[in-house]
């Protein structure tokens, strides 16, 4: 079956089915990872969240189309949908997971009135995930019914000891930490980041903010979360993806004698263009010289960050947060997108209105308050 | 002018744990290519580390052993480099915590003792191994080793001399076998060593230009390149005819000498960051107390129980505690035959001698302690006698026989009968008149001469010293 | 950024780019790196970096070995295999 959202279709009822990003693995099937350096790869291995709802009994739709490595570029045109977006407002299957860092299928979602739950790091086990920003992958759901992608992140959360970074069980990510409130939420704008938004934007957070107590204040560091992002997840995006030499498995070029071109060969040709371009700025960000003024530094703006994150949740419930800025540029608007995967804290992109909608953030393992929140809000 | 050789080591030990260091896959030497891999050691995508906890213990012990600091908070960093004996293009190391800091070891050479300090003993990952083909001429990779725990054990540049480089190779040897850290064996490779060495006009005190040498592998390689590296190093200063580089040399031990190897073409920067995947690991006090109480008994205690519990001498006791092997076959052995002394003599004594005979390291023997143990009861209890015993023992070692089963099979046991012996003993006097003038006459030789015949005539399963007993009973009576 | 930096870097991560992708790069980067000056105003001096947001004790595995994937699943993907071995250029001249 061709469907323009997928690389690999498969012949079943939508209604039971459930779509993967190309980076998440299904035994014996190929998952290419949108690269050409993995053109070929047939993984040995169900990732743990393919397990676990196959178990419960729903079908695999098929694997969708995504970024390379699921790695945003920062210049130029980004507006393509989404496949895990395109999938599943085309009604071919329930749900979708994938591997949201950069934002953007936050912002489609909710630009096309479904749903995207990127849960607290850790929460969803990323064996079988390929890779990309290892202190920010997290597995999460588009779904076009909350109810649904609440139910969906109920069976694939909880620790798995195939990733020693999952914590708890699947219904802690579900159990707010304090009693629901029931309406009555604080929730933080920042007025910071309101004044370089866009007016659609502005009237979403408004509408939101008519049905709870509000409150303002200055998110520190916002001019910066691109600049935090972009160097952190550089570096490890080159790590990561130096794996991929045509020594052991994926692309080989067929254009090589000794073992030099072999790499080199390999990887120029198996990689894209906004890939090479990652690679090269993480290796700059890490070499010697570098490394205090960039890396260094950007790993203590992400504490800073953090902390201010953990302060702010003594007083709000969530954050709420535009889903673009007055500015086309993808590298301005990475700073909305930047603060949920730094900080590890569960985000809900909500759609608000027609072609618009707004970001929720709380404080980590608080997911059942953002979609409290986002009930009561609509 | 005289020059005085300074030398620091880098001492790479792999852990002696049942997995690798991130994954389950086995970390046993010797099997066949890739048998002991997974998707996980060999960089395929989508597998997240899983810290061994033996190798962090096993890193704990060996800074205990050699005096070091324990870092209380331990963390990771991701090392990068593309060689293809590196499956994800980057080595797990320890950069900026490493598990211990500020030790030592205690050397001894003929010039006395000496301490050498420890810089640091970090934990990481070793590459897999790359093996030229020649029927295709190409490298062929296997990642059984990739992944695999080791430590590296670096040292301060407190060396001067070959002599005392092998004595702190041996001593760290000692230590890490008898404490279950490693192996230690260097030519398997779980023991690997780099020495940095510079030379410097004797009393200055600045250091000269090091170079890294590589590929020693064994005791006797390691003095080879050091007398090697520091006499070129020397010539160089002296007639200027050469300039001393920072460089890492590769030592060919076939032609004994060392050539630079080729600067890598690639920049030398390996990009170290911390690894996100990996947490901190937290190194409590307790923690520590508990693995120290499972660290076994080190040589130096198993000396000061030989030779003041057993009254061993100094001697045998250096002896059995050279090795972790020989002093296991020890106290193995002790389990069974509650006589320190004889366990030694037959140690030292009659199994040395089988082993040399066979020409294998003692290291490399495999010995059932249970039946040495009963043997060398059968011998105290004098069910065989020496010479018979001596026998079955070479049988123990080659065929692991069972020592009563095979005297009983060959009716080896010792006679005993006083009265059957003395018949023996007077049939062979009377055979030997003329050497019972001898014996008369004062000649104590005699008895040697008799001692033999009756021997023979038992084929040796006789008691000899109640044969010499009646023996001399005998023949006295013709002193009257 | 410079064409001598950026060849620099094309060694480090084992690239061999088309010149039209160098210039392209080198645009990118200077944007890029321009940009990280913004960091440089901020006061991290007593500032630890933060590496995951996960900060609790890392899980610890038992010792235990077992045998997961046959030799021959390991070696489905290779480009290339001899006698079980992954197969490349000889690495030694």
């Not at chain 1, 929460?123 to 890779?131: A, K």
């Not at chain 1, 579900?174 to 929730?187: A, D, F, H, V």
């Not at chain 1, 608007?333 to 590890?344: E, Q, R, S, T």
């Not at chain 2, 900026?96 to 000496?114: F, H, L, M, Q």
Request: glycine share 6%.
């Amino acid at each position: 079956m061709k469907n323009q959202y997928y690389v690999t279709k498969y012949d079943v009822k939508a209604d039971n089915a459930f779509a993967l990003e190309d980076n998440i693995m299904v035994k014996d099937g190929l998952t290419t990872a949108g690269s050409k350096m993995l053109h070929n790869y047939i993984s040995p291995i169900d990732a743990t969240v393919v397990r676990k709802l196959l178990d419960k009994g729903m079908e695999l739709a098929g694997k969708t189309k995504l970024d390379e490595f699921a790695v945003m570029g920062v210049s130029g045109d980004n507006n393509e949908l989404s496949g895990v977006v395109g999938a599943v407002l085309d009604k071919t299957c329930r749900i979708a997971l994938c591997n949201d860092v950069f934002g953007k299928v936050r912002r489609q979602a909710a630009e096309n009135c479904l749903y995207y739950i990127r849960p607290t790091y850790g929460t969803v086990s990323r064996f079988g995930l390929v890779q990309t920003v290892s202190s920010m992958d997290q597995i999460g759901i588009v779904c076009g019914d909350l109810d649904e992608g609440i139910e969906t992140l109920s069976v694939i959360a909880g620790h798995d000891e195939n990733d020693s970074t999952t914590q708890g069980d699947g219904s802690l990510a579900l159990n707010s930490k304090g009693p629901l409130k029931e309406g009555k939420y604080t929730i933080g704008i920042p007025v910071n980041v309101m004044n370089k938004t866009d007016e659609k934007s502005k009237e979403a957070i408004k509408e939101l903010a008519s049905k709870y107590h509000t409150e303002e204040f200055e998110l520190e560091h916002f001019e910066v979360l691109s600049q935090v992002m972009y160097i952190l997840s550089s570096a490890e995006i080159g790590n990561n993806t130096s794996r991929y030499d045509g020594v052991k498995f994926g692309y080989r070029s067929e254009n090589y004698e000794g073992l030099k071109d072999l790499y080199t060969n390999s990887r120029t040709e198996g990689f894209g263009l906004n890939m090479k371009l990652t690679s090269i700025i993480g290796a700059m960000v890490l070499s010697s010289g570098n490394y205090e003024k960039f890396y260094l530094k950007a790993m203590k703006i992400r504490r800073q960050i953090k902390e201010q994150c953990d302060e702010l949740f003594k007083g709000f419930d969530a954050i709420a947060m535009p889903l673009t800025l007055d500015s086309q540029d993808p590298y301005v608007n990475l700073a909305l997108y930047a603060l949920a995967p730094l900080c590890g804290l569960p985000s809900l992109s909500v759609p608000l209105g027609s072609n618009n909608g707004v970001q929720l953030i709380s404080q980590a393992m608080n997911e059942n308050v953002l979609f409290d929140i986002c009930k009561g809000g609509r | 002018m005289k020059y005085e050789v300074v030398m620091g080591l880098e001492v790479h030990v792999e852990l002696a744990t049942e997995s690798k260091l991130f994954c389950s896959c086995s970390a046993k030497f010797g099997s066949e290519a890739n048998e002991n891999v997974c998707p996980s050691c060999s960089g395929m995508p989508g597998f997240v580390p899983a810290l061994n906890k033996r190798a962090v213990e096993l890193g704990i012990i060996a800074g205990l052993v050699t005096n070091c600091e324990i870092t209380p908070r331990i963390t990771f960093d991701k090392k990068n480099y593309f060689y293809p004996d590196l499956p994800t293009g980057h080595q797990n190391t320890q950069l900026y915590a490493p598990i211990c800091r500020n030790g030592y070891v205690e050397i001894e050479t003929e010039s006395g003792k000496k301490k050498i300090r420890i810089k640091q003993i970090h934990l990481e990952e070793d590459a897999g191994k790359l093996v030229h083909d020649y029927r295709t001429d190409a490298s062929l990779v296997d990642y059984n080793r990739a992944s695999v725990p080791l430590i590296e054990i670096v040292s301060e540049p407190d060396f001067r001399s070959a002599e005392e480089v092998v004595a702190y190779l041996e001593k760290i040897q000692s230590l890490f076998t008898f404490a279950d850290v490693s192996d230690c064996k260097m030519q398997e490779g779980s023991m690997r060593c780099d020495v940095n060495i510079s030379v410097r006009e004797a009393g200055s005190s600045e250091l000269g230009t090091r170079t890294e040498m590589k590929n020693l592998n064994s005791f006797k390689a390691i003095a080879r390149a050091i007398e090697y590296e520091s006499e070129r190093q020397i010539t160089a200063v002296e007639t200027g005819c050469e300039e001393i580089v920072q460089e890492t040399r590769r030592w060919d031990d076939n032609i004994g000498e060392s050539y630079a190897m080729r600067d890598k073409e690639d920049a030398n920067d390996y990009r170290y960051f911390p690894n996100p995947d990996i947490m901190p690991v937290y190194i409590s006090d307790e923690w520590i107390a508990e693995v120290k109480t499972t660290i076994p008994e080190l040589a130096e205690e198993k000396y000061k129980r030989l030779t003041e519990e057993y009254g061993l001498s100094d001697y045998d006791s250096k002896l059995l505690t050279g090795s972790r092997k020989i002093a296991d076959i020890f106290d193995g052995t002790l389990k069974y035959v509650d006589n320190p002394k004889e366990v030694a003599n037959w140690i030292l004594g009659d199994l040395s001698s089988i082993v040399n005979e066979d020409n294998k390291p003692f290291d490399e023997i495999d010995i059932d302690y249970e039946k040495l143990g009963k043997l060398i009861k059968m011998v105290e209890k004098k069910t065989v006698n020496r010479t018979i015993g001596k026998k079955i023992l070479q049988e123990i070692y080659t065929n692991n026989v069972d020592p009563e089963e095979y005297a009983r099979e060959h009716k080896l046991g010792m006679i005993a009968d006083t009265g059957f012996l003395k018949d023996i003993v007077n049939k062979v006097i009377n055979e030997n008149e003329k050497s019972i003038i001898e014996y008369k006459e004062g000649n104590q030789k005699v008895v040697g001469f008799f001692m033999g015949k009756i021997m023979r005539e038992t084929q040796g399963k006789a008691d000899p010293n109640t044969v010499r007993e009646i023996l001399v009973e005998e023949l006295d009576k013709y002193k009257i | 950024m410079d064409i001598k930096d950026l060849l620099q870097y094309e060694k480090m991560v084992k690239f061999d780019l088309p010149e039209s992708e160098r210039e392209w790069i080198i645009e990118q980067a200077n944007m890029l790196e321009k940009s990280f000056e913004a960091l440089s105003g901020i006061d991290t001096d007593k500032t630890e970096p933060l590496i995951s947001p996960i900060e609790v004790q890392n899980p610890l595995r038992e010792d235990v070995a077992h045998k997961t994937f046959s030799r021959d699943e390991i070696l489905a993907n290779s480009p290339e295999q001899y006698d079980g071995y992954f197969l490349v250029p000889k690495t030694i001249e």
